[in-house]
């Protein structure tokens, strides 16, 4: 029977490898909010409600993800430009530059692990 100390540290290296997996992921969650910013952008307008609905939801559920690993800062931008993209009626070029600013965000996190063992997300959950 594994004792408390060797329970706890293998629920820590799997809670890393988790949260390893879920940066890794984050180019791809990046392309998804890209593609999803791109067709509410250019949507027609009888379509555009339900492709704003869209892209807010990619950012809701990068909010939720990101709050689970322990990126409270990075899960809390996803859900302000959630609250801003569900407030406009159409994207404008701030919020566009905004919603860019975390692409590149979700790119730098996700570079891969450094000699010191760390990836592009420091203690605080963003880029450092």
Avoid: I, K, N, Y
Avoid at 18 to 35: H, I, M, S, T, V
């Amino acid at each position: 029977m594994a004792s408390a100390p060797d329970s706890a540290a293998a629920a820590q290296r799997q809670l890393q490898r988790l949260r390893e997996r879920f940066l890794a992921g984050l180019p791809g969650r990046a392309d998804e909010l890209a593609r999803a910013v791109e067709a509410w952008a250019e949507a027609a307008p009888e379509t555009a409600a339900q492709a704003r609905l869209a892209a807010a939801a990619v950012l809701h559920r990068l909010a939720g993800a990101a709050g689970l690993h322990g990126l409270a800062p990075l899960g809390a931008q996803a859900r302000a430009l959630e609250d801003a993209v569900m407030a406009a009626a159409a994207p404008s070029p701030a919020l566009l530059a905004t919603l860019a600013g975390l692409r590149a965000t979700l790119s730098t996190l996700a570079t891969p692990a450094g000699p010191g063992g760390t990836s592009g997300a420091d203690a605080d959950g963003l880029a450092g």
